[in-house]
T-cell receptor
């Protein structure tokens, strides 16, 4: 596609529910990042993939958060047993090689846990 | 650890005027990149301008320019001839220049909300 696509745009989950957020990066982009943006804050790094390899997951806040990119293209961020503090916008970004090339962002998924 | 600080939560500018957004950062690295991103209500982060730390010349992109003061660890964004479409949240961000893994991640400030008055 022309840009990074994320779905759904909005998700309302009941506390305790599992959710899955999808990111479709720009075709051919090697690097993929997930960020979490709380209300009124800047995005914070969650995890990073180079092709299908998850090279860094140091930003994942708990073991309820899990990300995968099995074929090196589409990625899914899964949150188990959602809690209110998980409410945020989840942004996905991809770049050609992750080093000197620009990172392109999707429009994010706004997750609200009630 | 690297940090990015934006001390202006909100700024306002008259259309056609000039505004400067401030950003300071802290790092012990010598090789890094600095960025300004724009985030409109659509939430999509759009790259405005980038600066390589090894370049002494300040980056410029049309109406957008930066004042990069490496010794002071300051990286401000100047928007000239402000337009209504410039109204958005602006984030300053840092990225390590070293290749590989987590060092490619962006570290963002808390943002400055820019309003443009007609």
């Amino acid at each position: 596609g022309a840009g990074v696509s994320q779905s759904p745009r909005y998700k309302v989950a009941k506390r305790g529910q599992d959710v899955a957020l999808r990111c479709d990066p720009i075709s051919g982009h090697v690097s993929l990042f997930w960020y979490q943006q709380a209300l009124g804050q800047g995005p914070e790094f969650l995890t990073y993939f180079q092709n299908e390899a998850q090279l860094d997951k140091s930003g994942l806040p708990s073991d309820r958060f899990f990300a995968e990119r099995p074929e090196g293209s589409v990625s899914t961020l899964k949150i188990q047993r959602t809690q209110q503090e998980d409410s945020a916008v989840y942004l996905c970004a991809s770049s050609q090689d992750g080093m000197n090339t620009e990172a392109f962002f999707g429009q994010g998924t706004r997750l609200t846990v009630v | 650890a690297q940090t990015v600080t934006q001390s202006q939560p909100e700024m306002s500018v008259q259309e056609a005027e000039t505004v400067t957004l401030s950003c300071t950062y802290d790092t012990s690295e010598s090789d890094y990149y600095l960025f300004w991103y724009k985030q409109p209500p659509s939430r999509q982060m759009i790259l405005v301008i980038r600066q390589e730390a090894y370049k002494q010349q300040n980056a410029t992109e049309n109406r957008f320019s930066v004042n990069f003061q490496k010794a002071a660890k300051s990286f401000s964004l100047k928007i000239s001839d402000s337009q209504l479409g410039d109204a958005a949240m602006y984030f300053c961000a840092y990225r390590s220049g070293f290749y590989g893994g987590a060092t490619n991640k962006l570290i963002f400030g808390t943002g400055t909300l820019l309003a443009v008055q007609p």
